[in-house]
């Protein structure tokens, strides 16, 4: 899938564009030289993270916290909650499949609920993953666009909640009043085995802390340097301590910090001995090298078509019929996303189409990478590798899979654009 993907970015950027195919050959490699430099070690070190955390148990850790916070009666905010946070390090399929069997455990105690579970699982991720960097849709966006990381994070969250919470709980228990899934057998594990996995006891598991340290890492270290932007002029004697601050804020050293943290965790509560332990690490970098990969390759084939012009071509059109940058980049997005799939390529795409015209803008620009992954979470359907798997780890017939998961990342989409467009004119940062 991954060397399939990465090829057909290498051809369409290539034969697409409006250039020679020597002179197409060369930007091609220029472009995707870029982006890597702009995702690379972030993306490396949440697979280092999302590897770590989930066999740690750190990520079963935080889960439990969230439902003792909650309470047992009231287990969609757990899951809701779990997927949202552990989404914005962790890679999304891997939360899937943590929160999806935690969902059918669920519901093979209480015996009701499971499409509640399953959508509040799919729709917490689902906005993480393409508002909230450092996952890679965002993150990329950010750094095609040139926004601040920090400014960024703090409007994709606010953009996530209203998105996450309209998906996951409303539309749930909508949804879950009008279905009944049964309970299947799926991806070859019982009900029984996902039970004794969910009873692990919690002596075995990392302290909360400690579980939620790369989190928390990764969030204040790379926030830092927004923060200081802000109170610097305020207060003129923190200069002083801007070049410390500019190092352990710069994504690159935050990820690497946040990533050996939940690295050291993982050594610290396993059982493995430490060349195993160097040895899983390293599969769980080939993993995000591949992901890596590929999102650089879908950010080359956005910056190629940008440069032949497509893009004020496509702008200047639509703001002829009174569509403005926001509502085109979102409309944009979820064209591409419709019809070739994937979020991250629909997102990379559109950033490099768009990107050329954020001189334009007259909000902030976190506004427009928030927009580009609004229109790249639509309508997620038979081309997506995310709606096979939501499909497969819930155990669900395709019918089922259009009117949950479908249904949800369209409500995504929807609700985030309107809350883009509602908080830029309130709160236009520009």
Not at 162 to 180: E, I, K, Y
Not at 225 to 244: F, M
Not at 318 to 341: E, F
Not at 381 to 397: H, Q, V
Request: some cysteine.
């Amino acid at each position: 899938m991954g060397l399939a993907a990465f090829s057909v970015g290498i051809v369409n950027s290539v034969f697409v564009s409006d250039f020679a195919l020597v002179d197409a050959a060369t930007r091609t490699a220029a472009a995707f030289g870029n982006g890597m430099e702009g995702i690379g070690i972030p993306i490396l070190m949440a697979a280092i993270i999302g590897k770590s955390m989930l066999e740690s148990g750190s990520a079963q850790r935080v889960v439990r916290t969230f439902q003792s916070l909650v309470g047992r009666d009231n287990s969609e905010f757990a899951l809701w909650g779990s997927s949202t946070v552990l989404s914005i390090p962790v890679f999304f399929d891997s939360v899937l499949f943590l929160l999806a069997p935690l969902a059918r455990s669920m519901r093979a105690r209480r015996g009701k609920n499971y499409v509640l579970y399953l959508i509040a699982v799919g729709a917490g991720g689902s906005a993480a993953h393409v508002f909230i960097p450092p996952t890679p849709g965002p993150l990329a966006v950010a750094s095609e666009v040139g926004v601040d990381l920090g400014m960024t994070m703090a409007v994709g969250v606010a953009v996530a909640i209203p998105s996450a919470t309209m998906s996951g709980l409303v539309f749930g228990h909508w949804a879950n009043a009008r279905m009944d899934i049964p309970l299947r057998d799926s991806m070859g594990t019982t009900t029984e085995e996902l039970e004794e996995r969910a009873q692990q006891s919690s002596g075995s598991l990392p302290g909360t802390f400690e579980a939620a340290l790369p989190i928390l890492l990764a969030v204040a270290l790379v926030s830092s340097l927004t923060i200081l932007n802000t109170l610097e002029p305020i207060y003129p004697s923190l200069a002083v301590v801007r070049p410390g601050v500019a190092f352990i804020g710069d994504k690159n050293v935050a990820m690497t910090i946040a990533g050996l943290t939940a690295a050291l965790t993982y050594l610290r509560w396993s059982d493995l001995s430490r060349s195993l332990w160097e040895d899983e690490l390293t599969e769980a970098l080939k993993s995000g090298g591949n992901i890596a990969a590929i999102t650089a390759m879908g950010g080359a084939f956005g910056a190629l078509l940008a440069a032949s012009g497509i893009g004020p071509y496509i702008a200047d059109s639509l703001r002829g019929i009174g569509i403005g940058l926001l509502v085109t980049a979102w409309l944009i997005a979820a064209i591409v996303r419709i019809a070739q799939g994937s979020a991250t390529a629909a997102m990379l795409t559109t950033a490099g189409i768009m990107a050329p015209l954020t001189s334009q803008l007259n909000v902030h620009p976190a506004y427009l990478v928030m927009a580009i992954g609004s229109g790249g979470i639509i309508c997620s359907w038979y081309n997506d590798s995310g709606f096979w798997l939501m499909k497969e780890i819930g155990g669900l017939t395709q019918v089922e899979t259009l009117k949950t998961w479908t249904a949800l990342t369209t409500i995504i989409s929807v609700t985030g654009i309107v809350s883009i467009l509602v908080f830029s004119t309130i709160v236009p940062l520009a």
